[in-house]
């Protein structure tokens, strides 16, 4: 095994690091007293062939569960490190040794997001981005791991302003000083620029001026940019060719845009009334016929698109809006969130409940599977693909 893991770091040495596969991954997110242990999720991940995963820290029992799976995780350093990072170079290598070089190649950490929707907040933050950033990658290098553990750091929609129509869209004053430079490196190193980017929430706090089915991929009538004479049907698509704009505007329009967060939720408070079961599974069911597609935007048609799902799991500890603990397509115990428009419910007599639907994706019918398992007393359900 270890010559296979020799194997496997020699032949990522020889190319650019690249931390999503495909076009479809998940978040991890583990704000929570009472979701399954990493080992279960692991089966799930595997089960669901979900092979691209986020996480927002590094710990070690999620690192030591992911090894041997051939799953590709994207860690995180999280805000609070960002200062000692930024200020300490050495502190920034003893963090990428320990957590990152430790545990290549067995398990696949291809990426490490540095900080998470830092620009547009806390001022202090957002200065000790860049050096926080730079001090990581300089610690890959050192440690002889930057071909293969991409840098990156996620942004919301606050690093945006005139959004609308997409091609308007530029870094706000505030946040340009500090986002060129950041872009500048990341251009350097061949790092995409990473989008936080939910449809739900424009649609909840634009109450009466958005269509809903233009937010959930429905039939509607979309809108139209008339600078750039292109047609959009769906919000996401709106949302990240506005970011392009932005890129663009800054200089930087060879630079890829990720989807590093997108969802709805299927609960949330009175003032949330788009947070339903039925939403959700309506976003979430179209957007894995998107992305499916594997085609780009009206602005950027050769860029696949590629999207992380926040998130896998309900929450229950997450502070903020009442949507903010319903994000997951699982809850807590394992069992779906919503039906996702299941045609039917059988039960078995081992207690597993088995349920199926179709999914249109690049113009082919894919069957699907849910099996519900016990598991050491726990249940949790198994996507599997036939």
């Known amino acids: 095994m270890r010559i296979l893991g020799l194997l496997f770091l020699v032949f990522f040495l020889g190319r650019d690091a690249m931390a999503f596969t495909g076009t479809f991954g998940i978040n991890y997110g583990r704000i929570a007293d009472n979701i399954p242990s990493p080992d279960k999720v692991v089966t ?12 927002y820290d590094a710990d070690h029992s999620v690192l030591n569960a992911f090894k041997g799976t051939g799953l590709e995780l994207v ?10 990072m930024s200020a300490n170079p050495d502190h920034a290598l003893n963090w990428v040794e320990d957590n990152v070089k430790a545990f290549l190649p067995d398990t696949h950490i291809v990426g490490i997001a540095v900080g998470n929707e830092v620009l547009g907040g806390e001022v202090d933050l957002s200065q000790a981005l860049l050096g926080a950033v730079k001090n990581i990658y300089n610690a890959t290098k050192k440690l002889g791991i930057d071909r293969v553990v991409q840098i990156s750091t996620a942004h ?33 190193i061949g790092s995409p620029f990473c989008l936080n980017a939910y449809p739900f ?36 698509d709106a949302q990240i060719d506005a970011a392009y704009a932005a890129l663009e505007d800054a200089g930087f329009k060879k630079m890829e845009v990720i989807i590093t967060e ?7 408070d009175e003032s949330e009334a788009a947070a339903t079961p039925s939403n959700a599974r309506t976003y979430h069911f179209n957007l894995r016929k998107r992305l499916a597609k594997r085609k780009g935007t009206p602005l950027r048609p050769k860029h696949i698109l590629k999207a992380y799902i926040f998130a896998l799991f309900n929450e229950d500890l997450k502070q903020g809006a009442g949507s903010e603990k319903y994000y997951g397509l699982f809850k807590a115990d394992g069992s779906i969130s919503y039906d996702l428009n299941l045609p039917g419910l059988k039960s078995s ?14 113009g082919k019918w894919y069957g699907w599977c849910f099996l519900l398992l016990t598991i050491s007393g726990s249940t949790l359900i198994l996507l599997l693909r036939l």
């Open 349 to 362: 007599s081992t207690s597993c409940l088995f349920f199926s639907f179709k999914e249109v994706g690049a």
């Open 75 to 84: 860690i995180g350093l999280n805000n609070g490190l960002l200062k000692e």
């Open 156 to 188: 919301s929609q606050a690093v945006f302003e005139n959004s609308y129509p997409p091609s308007s869209c530029t870094f706000t004053a505030a946040v340009a000083p500090l986002m060129k430079p950041l872009l500048e490196f990341f251009s350097q």
């Open 262 to 268: 997108t969802g709805w939720a299927s609960h949330g």
């Open 44 to 55: 799930l991940l595997k089960a669901a062939k979900i092979k691209n995963v986020r996480i």
């Open 201 to 236: 929430l424009v649609y909840t706090y634009n109450k009466g001026k958005i269509d809903i089915n233009y937010a959930l991929f429905q039939p509607n009538k979309g809108i139209d940019d008339e600078k750039t004479d292109l047609h959009y049907d769906n919000l996401l």
